[in-house]
């Protein structure tokens, strides 16, 4: 397989943990106040004492296995661009990376918060929600709560990748303009939303044109 190929069905992996992750937050996380500010950190320390392993497989998905998808996708874009605009494809490698790697570490802090919760909740829910909303405030730091390093990889890979085709430069572009309204306290939550729905789009039209690639 080539890595052309193989990037298309990164980018497939990425849209689909990204589709995973929006079904459990809109429904079963929902409740517990998940991707506002208005999270509930006790709720969450109950939630864990119950079904932890489902939002530790909740984490695992929308960050660490995105994030091992999102590294074969940058350099699979990487080697598409390269020929027509290589010192642009040196950039869309480098802030790719830094992407994956920020979304790595926030999957890998949000399973520990999961994992240390549950076992400080058991005698202590007090301190368990106060050390969960900690790391939690880290998670989001890294790439949870704001989708800078995405917006910006996103919007050169669009700019720069003409041979992508022009829905995913669109889509791209609008995608990677909402992630940087991220930085807007006041258009957070509404730009992430869009900069996640816009991102699946993009994965998607990204895929085929890599998938078709020859």
């Given at each position: 397989?080539?890595?052309?190929?193989?990037?298309?069905l990164?980018?497939?992996?990425?849209?689909?943990?990204?589709?995973?992750?929006f079904a459990?937050l809109?429904?079963?996380?929902?409740?517990?106040?998940?991707?506002?500010?208005?999270?509930?950190?006790?709720?969450?320390?109950?939630?864990?004492?119950?079904?932890a392993?489902?939002?530790?497989?909740?984490?695992?998905?929308?960050?660490?296995?995105?994030?091992?998808?999102?590294?074969?996708?940058?350099?699979?874009?990487?080697?598409?661009?390269?020929?027509d605009?290589?010192?642009?494809a040196?950039?869309?490698r480098?802030?790719?990376?830094?992407?994956?790697?920020?979304?790595?570490g926030?999957?890998?802090i949000?399973?520990?918060?999961?994992?240390?919760?549950?076992t400080?909740?058991?005698?202590?829910?007090?301190?368990?929600?106060?050390?969960?909303?900690?790391?939690?405030?880290?998670e989001l730091g890294?790439?949870?709560?704001?989708?800078?390093?995405g917006?910006?990889?996103?919007l050169?890979?669009s700019?720069a990748?003409?041979?992508?085709?022009?829905?995913?430069?669109?889509?791209?572009?609008?995608?990677?303009?909402?992630?940087?309204?991220?930085?807007?306290?006041?258009?957070?939550?509404?730009?992430?939303?869009?900069?996640?729905l816009?991102?699946?789009?993009?994965?998607v039209?990204?895929?085929?044109a890599?998938?078709?690639?020859r």
């Open positions: 397989m080539t890595l052309q190929r193989t990037g298309g990164a980018a497939l992996t990425c849209a689909a943990t990204y589709l995973v992750g459990l809109v429904t079963v996380l929902a409740p517990l106040g998940y991707g506002t500010n208005a999270i509930d950190a006790e709720a969450v320390v109950a939630f864990i004492g119950e079904r392993s489902l939002l530790i497989g909740w984490n695992s998905t929308i960050y660490i296995v995105n994030a091992l998808a999102l590294a074969v996708l940058v350099v699979a874009l990487h080697d598409r661009l390269k020929t605009a290589p010192a642009w040196e950039v869309t480098a802030f790719g990376l830094i992407w994956a790697a920020l979304v790595l926030a999957g890998m949000a399973n520990v918060a999961v994992e240390r919760a549950a400080l909740g058991a005698t202590d829910p007090a301190g368990a929600a106060e050390l969960w909303e900690v790391l939690h405030a880290v890294l790439g949870g709560g704001n989708e800078i390093a917006g910006v990889w996103i050169c890979v700019i990748g003409r041979t992508l085709g022009h829905l995913a430069r669109g889509i791209g572009i609008v995608a990677g303009a909402a992630g940087l309204a991220t930085l807007v306290p006041a258009l957070g939550d509404t730009a992430g939303a869009v900069f996640g816009g991102a699946i789009a993009w994965f039209a990204s895929a085929v890599l998938l078709r690639a």
